[in-house]
């Protein structure tokens, strides 16, 4: 599969079409299913005068609106140095979005400093803070020495609802060794939202995944629950175990973990949470 038939929810728009997803057409009737969600298709995105900030970074505004806090209370319980002060936060992939706004307001009253690393087109798109905000333009990790060299080592590093876009197009295993590279000791590293079809398919072959896709779809129909095939270019159970794995190869922690259950997304994603001793 091609990273075009991937869309931010990181479903597969043949899902959609079974009527298990949201629609994923924008105001404007651009179809996010059918945009091509790489580094350089967000960077088109991000250009597009015709979206809101939420179709900008790839999501239908059904997906993110409103969910903001949720989000950012939930990011904060597995990354506590964002309620503490004086940290070095590295924010990988922010978008232009509701998140990072709250990410830099968060960071300007705690004094914390923030690193963020997206496209130049992403990133003008959000304020520049005295003090507080340092933008790194440039796609992760082929930047990463840049970025050493400019943030030392982090206290924290986010990177929430990314790593799908850089599974299909890089390589996941050199992208998690260079964020374990950049954490401090005693710091920590989230890699959140990632979609699972493992946990997708798990969910929707239960009775609570089949009751919440007829009601979801109005219908009487059946969830699309497909076995022993192959799937390129998703990420499931086997992808999680193997960056685990990896991760504490390296030296850390690694734990994946469920999202809060009033996130937009918590049936089908997880967080993986790598923490350095
Ligand atoms: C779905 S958006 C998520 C934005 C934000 N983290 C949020 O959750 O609101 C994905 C973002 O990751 C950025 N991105 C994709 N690949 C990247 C990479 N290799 N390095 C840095 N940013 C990347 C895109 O430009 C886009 O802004």
Known sequence: MSSSSLNAAGDDPSASQSGSLERLRTERDVDLAKVDLTFEGFRALAQNPHLTANERIGFPETYRNGFE?????????????????NATIVDIGPGCAGLPHRLIDLC???????FLVDSAEMLAQLPDVADVTVKIPGAFPA????????????????????????????????????????????????????????????????????RFHKAFTRTETEPDVQYNEPNPGKIDDAVLMG?????????????????????????????????KA
């Open 108 to 114: 300007r009253e705690r004094n914390h400093r923030l």
């Open 243 to 275: 960056l685990i794995q990896r991760a504490q190869a390296a030296g850390a922690d690694a734990y994946l973990m469920p999202q809060a259950p009033d996130l937009p997304m918590a049936n089908r994603r997880e967080d993986l949470l790598i923490m």
């Open 143 to 210: 930047i990463r020495d840049s970025i050493r060299d400019t943030v030392g080592r982090a206290d924290v590093v986010l990177c929430y609802s990314v790593f799908h876009y850089v599974y299909v197009e890089g390589n996941p295993f050199t992208f998690l060794d260079s964020i374990v590279e950049l954490l401090a000791d005693g710091g920590r590293a989230l890699i959140g939202d990632i979609p699972n079809i493992s946990k997708r398919r798990r969910f929707f072959a239960s009775e609570t995944g089949r």
């Open 69 to 85: 806090e949720a989000i950012l209370r939930d990011i904060a319980a597995k990354l506590p140095a964002l309620l503490g002060t």
